[in-house]
Structure formats: structure tokens, C-alpha cells
């Protein structure tokens, strides 16, 4: 497999967190996203690599892209701040407990969607779903979940949360 895609939902209220990645080898169509994430910019999305803290950027390397337009300090600093440190210990836990080999990291980057809701108040409550969703993304992605008879099991019984009625 070239590359793959894991998605998680986790927490309630404005501090929900929903996250969308990609996992993959630099040299494929995975890199290719993760470069063009780090070279374009724009107001309002400012991709920035996960990082434990400054200087300790995790393995595999970790591009996080806005899925909302960034639209104050606020929001920027949620973002740069507990959003970042969730992403990036849940990627290096993933690594640690062996669902992201250890021998891959070097080979791999990820590219991985983050929401930030404009409303979000509680700093904790956006790492912790965050990085819950995140380790429960890359697992998804790993392990190729949910396989298609999975899919096909839930197709009429799914309630999505967000669906409006």
C-alpha cells in the first residue's frame, strides 16, 4: 500500500476534535501533500509541523493543516499550542507502542487535519480530544480500519452526529 488514511472523532462541545491523516512513504503521493503543505501557506491556514517542543519535531515527521480558517490569535494560539502538543505526543506515543513501526519513522511523514472550532474555551479539553483522536486516527490508518465489511455492516445503522436532523 502507498500510503494510508486514518479519520477520529473524539469529545463534545466547541472543543470537539476530529482529525484527518494520511500516513506515508516521503518519496510517494504522501510526501508529495506533506511538502506542498509546508509551501503553501495562506491567510487564516498555517500548516506547521508537530513538534513535542521546540526542537524535538516527532517521527515520522508531522505536518498538521488547518480544517477551519484560523481566524484570530485566539484560535492561532489553540492551534500552535494544545493542538500541537496532542498531535505530536500522539504521534510519538503511536511510534513508542509499535502501531507506527519504529524502523518506518524516518521513511514516513503524515499529514493530519486538525479542527479548532472558533468557539473552543478549554485549553485541556482541546489537547485531550485531540490527542485521543489523533491516536485513534493513525490506529484506524495502521491497521486499515474500518475494513469494508465493517463499512457495509454500520452503512444503515451510522448516526453521524453532525448530519442535521
Do not use: R, W
Not at 89 to 97: G, L
Not at 103 to 122: K, R, T, W
Not at 132 to 139: D, E, L, Q, R, V
Request: with cysteine; proline share 5%.
Amino acid at each position: 500500500m502507498q500510503f494510508y488514511i486514518g479519520e477520529a472523532l473524539d469529545g463534545d462541545g466547541n472543543e470537539i476534535a476530529h482529525i484527518d491523516l494520511m500516513i506515508g512513504d516521503k518519496n510517494g503521493p504522501v510526501g508529495t501533500a506533506f511538502a506542498n503543505a509546508l509551501a503553501t501557506q495562506s491567510e487564516g491556514h498555517n500548516n506547521l509541523l508537530a513538534v513535542l517542543a521546540p526542537n524535538v519535531a516527532v517521527k515520522p515527521a508531522t505536518v498538521m493543516v488547518t480544517k477551519v480558517t484560523i481566524k484570530g490569535m485566539k484560535q492561532a494560539v489553540q492551534m500552535f499550542g494544545p493542538a500541537q502538543a496532542a498531535v505530536a505526543k500522539a504521534v510519538a506515543d503511536s511510534v513508542a507502542d509499535g502501531v507506527i513501526p519504529k524502523d518506518q519513522a524516518e521513511n514516513l511523514v503524515i499529514v493530519c487535519g486538525v479542527f479548532i472550532h472558533p468557539a473552543a474555551e478549554d485549553d485541556q479539553k482541546i489537547y485531550n480530544y485531540n490527542y485521543s483522536a489523533t491516536k485513534m486516527a493513525i490506529a484506524n490508518a495502521m491497521q486499515s480500519k474500518p475494513s469494508a465489511d465493517e463499512m457495509i455492516s454500520q452503512k444503515d445503522s451510522a448516526a453521524h452526529p453532525f448530519k442535521g436532523f
